[in-house]
């Protein structure tokens, strides 16, 4: 798995894990919904921010709220780094 | 009737409240507009008996009744004074406004929100509000807002655009109460979220409690608090619910809550989830 698909990885389970979620696989990656996830505002956020930081990159703009699923995620950053 | 209110009754008194109006609008015709707008309200306030009832109807939020008045009669007043725009100022005018663009504002559904906008966009601000929707064009008409405020439209996304908002140096106002229906009191409960709080806390930004109120002169007062953002999130929203704790209506007092997990998210903000059905 490449380094941006963990990340992504490692920053939704942290979040699934406080919201009492079951955590996803490597697989789930290529096909979950981001808004299957039932991540309130403060959680997206959070993984908007926590993304920044692990993987040292700025989301200019709210472009990544066009990502559908955690795969187009994944796309995404590793198009804007 | 509705929610106690016979609301024929208070649209009879509400009638024969705008004909008084009426008649002392052609008598005081070449008063100039603020002038006259003052006495108009001041006429209204000792006739108070047949402007508030009418207000009682849909009031959801259980906004001060003397404020939905004030904000119809300002949108009449308007078609007939188009220059006219409601004097918004400071509760404390010797401090003046020093506040940086990309601040954090809080404040709570009074129908008076846009009076802040007002006091910001004239004090240089570019500004954005969180929000169940736009706000009606009349109203962005009455204040002279220009440009129009930005809406961000409350969603789970909300926050992530809003971060992009004070990146841009927009300050940003923000309503942080809600409605939803309690299952246990079986009635509908008025909230203060957590999440612009603990938003504030996570941005770093300056964070104002702020408070609009409509004098005996008709003017907007708005009363500017800094508040600090160390404390948990919660802690704050305490703080904000003490500040205004002589807005809330007797009996529907505020409480602190989550607004997201109160409401599944639901856009429809206000309403909450629906009641059980019977």
């Known amino acids: 798995m490449d380094k941006i698909s963990q990340a992504v990885l490692v920053v939704v389970n942290g979040i699934l894990v406080k919201n009492n979620k079951a955590e996803l696989t490597p697989a789930d990656l290529a096909a979950r919904n981001i808004d299957d996830l039932g991540f ?9 921010m926590e993304l920044e930081d692990q993987l040292d990159v700025l989301f200019a703009n709210s472009d990544f709220l066009k990502c559908r699923t955690l795969a187009e995620l994944v796309q995404f950053i590793g198009e804007i780094r | 009737m509705s929610g106690g209110i016979d609301q024929a009754d208070a649209d009879e008194k509400l009638r024969q409240g705008y004909l008084i109006l009426e008649a002392f609008l052609k008598e005081n015709r070449n008063l100039p507009t603020p002038d006259l707008f003052r006495q108009c309200w001041k006429l209204m306030l000792r006739n108070e008996r047949l402007f508030v009832g009418a207000a009682k109807g849909r009031n959801r939020f259980k906004i001060n009744e003397k404020n939905l008045v004030y904000a119809r009669f300002a949108l009449f007043y308007k078609l007939l004074r188009k220059e006219f725009v409601p004097p918004v100022r400071l509760a404390d005018e010797s401090a003046g406004l020093e506040v940086h663009p990309g601040s954090i504002f809080v404040s709570f559904h ?19 509000m969180i929000s169940a929707g736009p706000r009606r064009p009349q109203l962005l008409e009455l204040f ?42 079986q009635r509908n409960v008025h909230k ?37 953002t160390v404390a948990p999130a919660d802690e704050i929203a305490g703080n904000f619910k003490s500040f205004i704790s002589d ?32």
């Not at chain 2, 999440?195 to 007062?221: C, Q």
């Not at chain 2, 602190?256 to 903000?269: A, H, K, L, M």
């Open chain 1, 40 to 48: 309130d505002s403060m959680d997206k956020l959070d993984l908007v």
């Open chain 2, 110 to 128: 009074s129908r008076l929100e846009l009076a802040i906008a007002k006091l910001l966009q004239d004090n240089s601000h570019h500004v954005t």
């Open chain 2, 144 to 185: 002279a807002l220009s440009p129009a405020p930005t809406f961000i439209r409350r969603s789970n996304d909300c926050l992530v655009l809003a971060r992009d908002a004070l990146r841009a140096s927009s300050s940003l106002i923000i309503d942080v109460d809600y409605t939803v229906f309690d299952e246990a009191q």
């Open chain 2, 192 to 228: 203060i979220g957590i999440s612009a709080f603990a938003f504030a806390r996570k941005m770093a930004r300056p964070l104002y409690f702020v408070k609009p109120e409509v004098n005996a002169d008709g003017e907007i007062i708005c009363t500017f608090r800094l508040s600090q």
């Open chain 2, 247 to 278: 807005a809330s209506v007797p009996g529907n007092e505020f409480s602190i809550g989550d607004w997201f997990s109160d409401t599944n998210g639901e856009v429809r903000t206000g309403t909450g989830r629906p009641g059980p059905q019977r």
